[in-house]
């Protein structure tokens, strides 16, 4: 395969797991590597952002992005995923109403605490909470706490409700619509989640796959944004030519620059990976391979 890097926004469908969507555009772009920047469940669609080559290196710039999104929520029923493909736990009245619901989200509006689903990939004891859930175990997991930045109230349709939610890394939105129809009383679980926004990035930029597969073979990959847009919101440097060639080999060069993380270019605006700056001195993170090197941001 040719090498390939950059960035791909896909609009995935509910149905398919990630992993699925992922591989399939690995395969329309003739890719020898492709990850991506946080996966969504089966159940949800939405903004899926997809890392080809060597922007793989840079994929945990987005992990720590805020994320956005459409919940659709079902009150008087709770499941044993917190979502629609669960089985049904109990069923009860949804007598909610409008007033009570809008009183209900501002107490979630902010920082809060959020206890994991058993449903979810972190581990436990070196497993992933799932395995012991499909095993109809359930262990302790410890509160975390996340910040919902947004929570807006979209429309109510008496057992239904919709809701956009602007939220920090690691919110779980099934717990969010559990915990939501706890402290309404009648239980709910999560019937549709549509995420619209990773970072900078947003579903109306991004692509369906069946319009990727639509393209001839040729123009595909120019549906692919340069892996630096991954650290748009990054601060640039730019190295003089004689720290370039150190800085590429892995070594820390003198930086006149404030302390953190910076996206780091060549003297020609050639992009050349990531570093921390830390007291004068800039320190390689993540690097690119030098035959990829050659876009501007």
Known sequence: MNAVSGVLLLDKPSGPSSNTVLQRAKRLLGAARAGHTGTLDP???GLLVITV???TKFSGVLLEADKAYRARLKFGE?????????IVLSRSEAAVSES???AALERFRGEIEQVPPMYAAIKHEGRPLYAYARRGEEVDRAPRRVVIRRLDLESFEGETASLYVECSKGTY??????DIGAMLGCGAHLAA???????SFTLKQALKLEDLEGLAPEHRRDRLLPLQALLQSWPRLRLPVELTAKFRQGQAVPADAVDGNVAVFGEDEVFLG???VSSGTLRPRRLLASSQAGNSL
């Open 53 to 55: 080559g060597e922007a």
């Open 274 to 276: 990531i570093g921390e």
């Open 43 to 45: 159940l949800a669609s």
């Open 173 to 178: 939105i099934r717990t969010l619509a559990e």
């Open 100 to 102: 009570a619901l809008r």
């Open 78 to 86: 709770r499941t044993s995923t917190g979502d629609a493909e669960g």
């Open 193 to 199: 989640l549509e995420r619209l926004a990773v970072g």
